[in-house]
């Protein structure tokens, strides 16, 4: 089965390439720019002549006949060539061209395919011809999907092609199963159907309930056959039939924090037999009444991502549509709940704990920042302030000042959200008056370094002074070992007079 609906997808596709209509034959051929006046079912013996006219240099062609009579075998090749037979330009980049064919002794229902290359691709016209005495089957070819989805009734139109007789005296029989794997699951059923035929076209209707099909899906297939009782070889096609409401599902937390990631699951929506083969499609309603569609990025199939940036009531729509377009809806609500704000302080720039005092000194500068972070749109709403002994004295996220009084000061600093939600810190500020003692010991201790630092560099300067002085006086080594020798030599009289004159005294006394 498998097999014979591979083929009949393919026979369906070549045989609506050869379909005479002229919607369908103007598109081919005007897409391929190679056209023909012959037309589909044409019945010949012995030769095959078909002519028409191209806008591709005509100097390389390929024409095959091959034998379709049985659609669902190997096709066999019974000619081809690669020129026309004969070419005749008529006007500047155009040529009539024909083609003529021995086809005496072939009895076939044939596929005539004749191609132009076209730069990379290739210009194809094809038409199906019946050869030889016969009898020739008819052929039928769909111009529908062969896989159709049905919920209300559905029509399909075929292409019907004969080599005698007039199709409003054909009809077509249909034989359907339930597959819900591929292959025929149960009974076979057939029945006629009620063809409307303009010209060779086909129009007949599906329709689920007249023919007691369930949701599922159902093998189907139709043959055309003639006035003479001769049938088509099968058209194959798959539907399938949904008439049942999908169910939406959803799962998701009563609650969440603002800020919070919160995972909305649709993953358990339903279609009846067809399970989660659904689309989703998901609507916001924020607290500020703004209705939206969720972004791509927000979702993921039947998973939708949200991210509250206001508190309040949202309300998340989940939509899922089937394959008819047949769609159901499920609402659920979300509390965001407010986070308030957190902050941190900073004292002269250097982070410090919550601290609930601080000391300064008199005339000394005290600066004290905040940095508060929120959820969601919080943050660029937060507002500050500042309050010294219950007076208001800054809305910004800094307080500086330096002319505290001696004292205790109450600093209060209060942030608030956009929803009201704060948060506070108190503490005090203790200024202590200056030490006049202190000051003075300061004073007495800066004047006695400055006059010991004073007297170490007068020192240093004088013996500097001297040491040059010293050099620049200083005699020869020659002169001053002669003087010293002079000097010792007169000293030394001098000396023994001294002695002589001491020893005279003593001796007086005597």
């Known amino acids: 089965m498998q097999r014979l609906t591979k083929t009949g997808i393919l026979l369906a596709s070549l045989l609506l390439l050869a379909t005479p209509l002229p919607n369908a034959s103007a598109v081919s ?11 589909d079912g044409v019945w010949v013996n012995d030769t095959l002549t078909i002519s028409g006219s191209t806008t591709i240099p005509a100097q390389s062609a390929n024409w095959a006949l091959y034998d379709v009579t049985d659609p669902y075998a190997d096709w066999e090749t019974l000619q081809s060539g690669d020129y026309f037979t004969e070419v005749i330009p008529i006007d500047d980049g155009i040529w009539v061209w024909s083609i003529t064919i021995d086809v005496t002794g072939i009895n076939c229902t044939c596929w005539l395919e004749i191609s132009q290359p076209d730069g990379l691709e290739k210009a194809l016209l094809n038409r199906i011809v019946f050869i030889g005495e016969g009898p020739h089957n008819p052929v039928v070819s769909p111009i529908h999907p062969l896989t159709i989805f ?13 080599s005698i007789g007039n199709t409003s005296e054909s009809k077509i029989s249909l034989e359907w199963c339930y597959a819900p794997l591929g292959a025929c699951d149960g ?5 006629e159907v009620s063809v409307v035929w303009n010209d060779n076209q086909g129009t007949f209707t599906i329709d689920a309930d007249a023919l007691g099909l369930t949701d599922g899906v159902w093998q189907f297939s139709y043959t055309l056959q003639d006035e003479y009782l001769r049938d088509s070889p099968p058209v194959n096609f798959r539907v399938n039939v949904d008439q049942t409401d999908p169910d939406a599902v959803l799962i998701c937390p009563e609650q969440a924090l603002e800020g919070d ?3 909305v699951d649709g993953t358990e929506s339903r279609d009846g037999v067809w399970g989660p083969s659904l689309q989703a499609v998901w609507y916001i309603t924020q607290p ?13 199939g039947m998973l939708f991502n949200l991210i509250p940036n206001q508190s309040g009531n949202y309300s998340i729509q989940l939509d899922v549509v089937d394959s008819v377009g047949r769609r159901s809806s499920s ?16 004292i002269d720039e250097t982070n410090i704990p919550e601290s609930e005092s601080w000391e300064l000194i008199e005339d000394e500068n005290f600066e004290i920042s905040v940095l508060a972070t929120d959820t969601g749109m919080d943050n660029e709403t937060l507002v500050y302030q500042w309050y010294l002994n219950g007076e208001l004295v800054s809305s910004t996220t800094f307080f500086v000042t330096d002319d505290l009084d001696v004292g205790t000061h109450d600093l209060q600093l209060v942030v608030t959200d956009n929803d009201g939600a704060s948060k506070s810190h108190e503490m005090q500020i203790t200024v202590s008056a200056k030490d006049v003692n202190e000051e003075r010991e300061l004073d007495f201790t800066v004047i006695l370094l400055f006059v010991i630092i004073l007297g170490i560099s007068f020192t240093v300067f004088r013996k500097m002074n001297m040491s040059e002085h010293e050099s620049s006086g200083m005699p020869k080594w020659g002169d001053s070992a002669s003087s010293k020798v002079e000097k010792s030599v007169g000293g030394g009289s001098d000396v023994n007079q001294m002695w002589d004159e001491s020893d005279a005294s003593y001796g007086g006394k005597d």
């Open 29 to 39: 051929e005007s897409e391929s720019l190679i056209t023909s006046t012959l037309e």
């Open 187 to 191: 009974d076979s059923n057939s029945s």
């Open 150 to 162: 049905v919920d209300d009734p559905v029509e399909l139109s075929t292409i019907g092609i004969l």
């Open 261 to 263: 990631l919160v995972i």
């Open 288 to 300: 500020d009444g703004v209705f939206r569609v969720a972004e791509q990025s927000e979702t993921d």
């Open 331 to 346: 609402t659920v609500q979300i509390l965001v709940i407010n986070v308030e704000p957190v902050f941190e302080l900073q």
